[in-house]
């Protein structure tokens, strides 16, 4: 698999695996998700996971913060988000430390996601990737 940094060209697909996130979680997407996307595409760095055909089958999105503590930066990460019928292969793992490279390689010292309590599978993804539970569903990953 590999991962691209998305281009504005790319925001129907987003919108298309968004919603499919948001019906999965029995959420309605709203009616100017492609909007508020739009609205927001500087401030959000958004991927896309794709295969060896060049199918898109995830997706997540980054934002960057800043780690006073550290005087450095970090991302947020948020919108991970896999396809049914790909999960369970090791693929957002995969894409996980695609995303930690690409945030190293920009200076970041953490990465920070913010996870339900009753999302068990994500929980254990991340906890299995390195990642520490800080307080109230937010969790971090330092970045060596
Ligand atoms: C969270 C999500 C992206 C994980 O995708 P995935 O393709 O299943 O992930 P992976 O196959 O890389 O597995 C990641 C970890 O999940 C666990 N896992 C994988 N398949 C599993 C299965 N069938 N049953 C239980 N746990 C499983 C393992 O701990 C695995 O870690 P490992 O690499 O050490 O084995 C996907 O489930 C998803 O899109 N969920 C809905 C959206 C969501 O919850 N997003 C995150 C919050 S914003």
Redesign the pocket.
Known sequence: MKIKTARIEDIRKICELYAA?MK??GETPPHNLESLIRKYWDKQIWFLFYDAHDFAF?M?YAVEQIVYSLGKVGYY????????E???????????NQIESWAKDRGAVELF????DD????I??L???GWHKVKYGNYVKALQ
Do not use: C, E, T, V
């Open positions: 996130q999965d979680l995830g997540a990460i948020g919108g991970a988000f896999i396809l049914p790909w999960r369970g292969r090791g693929l957002y793992r995969q894409a996980m996601a913010r996870i339900r999302n068990d599978h994500s254990k993804s906890l299995a990737f």
